[in-house]
């Protein structure tokens, strides 16, 4: 959960700060900040992922 905050104040400090920088061209129409917002969904769903599969082991070892 604190990885999550993290990482999400790091993309909002860059999206307020380095503007330039995220509007930069990567690939067509790609640019730094897509990439970096696309990295940050994916990453909030691995770790909901994470979080799922462990509390349901969690409840099969208590029942």
């Known amino acids: ?3 999550n905050a993290t990482v999400l104040v790091l993309h909002m400090a860059l ?3 380095a503007k330039p920088l995220l509007a930069s061209d990567v690939a ?3 640019t730094v900040g897509v990439l970096l917002l696309l ?3 994916l990453f909030l769903l691995w770790t ?9 082991s969690m409840s099969r ?3």
């Open 28 to 30: 067509g129409g790609m």
């Open 15 to 17: 999206a307020l700060t």
């Open 48 to 56: 909901a992922r994470r979080y799922t599969s462990a509390r349901a």
């Open 1 to 3: 959960m604190i990885l």
């Open 39 to 41: 990295g940050h969904g």
């Open 61 to 63: 070892g208590q029942a």
